[in-house]
């Protein structure tokens, strides 16, 4: 059966719109706004929601909730020893980690075979853990989504358990990731624009 999205113009006008308040709030990766406006520019696609990837040192009651977790500092970047014990200088209670999050995008498709031939596209630019996230005549949805990841703990309640060498160690590798996954996105951002005059198969 050929699956399409049923009113994807609206659904992309709608998305469209919460893509510009959310600019103009400044809610939005600086970096990742060529490769927003690519993808949207294209007839079959439009993105939804969408991270350029980060390392953050953050704060958690327990690790895992999200909601009573405070950032104590955040970067979409590679970023400096300096500023990663800065951050760690901010710690009070609970747990402390330093955490690498790898990029995601979630973009939806007018048809399967696009959806398809996107999630195709991904995976070969090295977006391993990429998926159809959802699946139906109201949405075909896309999520784009590499394999970097880092969950460190460095300490509780106010005590570091490593040393400022072991923070070096960890910040130099977190910064290789990010280099790798920047480029990735690079990569994606070169290639999506050709996907719709791909050749079709019969």
């Keep these: 059966m050929f ?3 049923k009113n994807f113009d609206e659904q992309k006008a709608r998305a469209m719109e919460g893509l510009r308040r959310a600019l103009a709030e400044g809610k939005v990766d600086d970096d990742i706004i060529p490769l927003l406006d690519k993808i949207n520019s294209l007839e079959n696609y439009f993105t939804t929601s969408s991270c350029s ?3 953050s040192v953050m704060e958690m009651p327990h690790f895992g909730d999200k909601v009573n977790s405070v950032w104590l500092g955040k970067w979409h970047r590679t970023v400096k ?3 990663v014990l800065e951050a760690i ?3 009070e209670k609970g747990q402390l980690w330093f955490l690498i999050r790898s990029p995601i995008l979630h973009v939806g498709a007018r048809t399967m075979e696009d959806a398809v031939k996107l999630l195709n596209l991904a995976i070969g630019l090295g977006f391993k853990y990429s998926n159809i996230k959802s699946v139906s005549h109201k949405k075909l ?4 989504r590499s394999t970097e990841r880092m969950d460190v703990p460095l300490g509780t309640d106010g005590e570091l358990w ?3 060498a072991y923070i070096e160690r960890i910040v130099g590798i977190a910064n290789s990731q990010v280099r790798r996954f920047k480029g990735k996105l690079k990569r994606l951002g070169e290639e999506v ?3 719709e005059n791909a050749h079709q198969s019969p």
Excluded: A
């Design 3 to 5: 699956l399409y999205t």
């Design 89 to 91: 200088g901010r710690h």
């Design 53 to 55: 990837g980060r390392i």
């Design 162 to 164: 490593v040393d400022e």
């Design 193 to 195: 624009e050709k996907i």
């Design 141 to 144: 949805l896309v999520e784009i």
């Design 81 to 83: 020893v300096e500023e």
